[in-house]
């Protein structure tokens, strides 16, 4: 299964993006989709998770109450809505996939691409 990540872009403060991550081929009901984001020059973080099966998810402190992961099955895509955007979610967001209920990046063996999210203050 590869994934396509995808729906970055330039936005200011305050503002919203939705980050789309495509995948093909069959996704098993035991899956958990995540996305992680990389700042320049910082480690790979944790953003959400969800699992492909149900609608359970899991936030970073730092995103929660702003962000939110859905996924559509139907449409073989998980979603990260972003709203109320700061300069500090600036970064590559990558979508993943894993079989684990973890925010250990090191528990993913699937990753898209990354698309890049710059927030200007």
């Known amino acids: 299964v590869q994934l396509q990540a995808s729906g970055g872009g330039l936005v200011q403060a305050g503002g919203s993006l939705r980050l789309s991550c495509a995948a093909s081929g069959r996704i098993y009901s035991s899956a958990v989709m995540a996305w992680f984001r990389q700042a320049p020059g910082k480690e790979r973080e944790f953003v959400a998770l969800t699992r492909w099966s149900r609608p359970s998810t899991l936030y970073a402190d730092s995103v929660k109450g702003r962000f939110t992961i859905s996924r559509d099955s139907a449409e073989n895509t998980v979603y990260l809505q972003m709203n109320s955007l700061k300069p500090e979610d600036t970064a590559v967001y990558y979508c993943?996939?894993?079989?684990?209920?973890?925010?250990?990046?090191?528990?993913?063996?699937?990753w898209g691409q990354g698309t890049l999210v710059t927030v200007s203050s």
């Open positions: 993943a996939r894993g079989s684990q209920w973890s925010q250990q990046r090191n528990d993913y063996f699937s």
